[in-house]
Nanobody, 114 residues
Framework: QVQLVESGGGLVQPGGSLRLSCAASGRISRFYRMGWYRQAPGKQRELVASVTNDGSTNTADSGKGRFTASRDNIKNMVYLQMNSLNPEDTAVYYC????????WGQGTQVTVSS
């Protein structure tokens, strides 16, 4: 079973940027769409951005114009570039297929605060 390990989170000031990484233990090329999800305290997990095998991206309204997902099928990596962060982006971020079929990783905490 493919395992996912997210990294790159941290504390960032409003307006700042972060690049999250997700390392998969197996081939991700067999999964057409990979995505980034987030879960804030007291809220349900939501899909924020995704990328297909041919590089087509989709971003939820909450991140439109600020978040972009990408992938490297050779390295089995998925990335999330986040710009213009605001406190509402504070959450634990996870990667998975879209729809999610893999076991969830531990996620990476993103905290946006001054």
């Amino acid at each position: 079973q493919v395992q996912l390990v997210e990294s790159g989170g941290g504390l960032v000031q409003p307006g700042g940027s972060l690049r999250l990484s997700c390392a998969a233990s197996g081939r991700i090329s067999r999964f057409y769409r990979m995505g980034w999800y987030r879960q804030a305290p007291g809220k349900q997990r939501e899909l924020v951005a995704s990328v297909t095998n041919d590089g087509s991206t989709n971003t939820a309204d909450s991140g439109k114009g600020r978040f972009t997902a990408s992938r490297d099928n050779i390295k089995n990596m998925v990335y999330l570039q986040m710009n213009s962060l605001n406190p509402e982006d504070t959450a634990v971020y996870y990667c998975n297929t879209v729809p999610s079929v893999m076991s969830w990783g531990q996620g990476t905490q993103v905290t946006v605060s001054s």
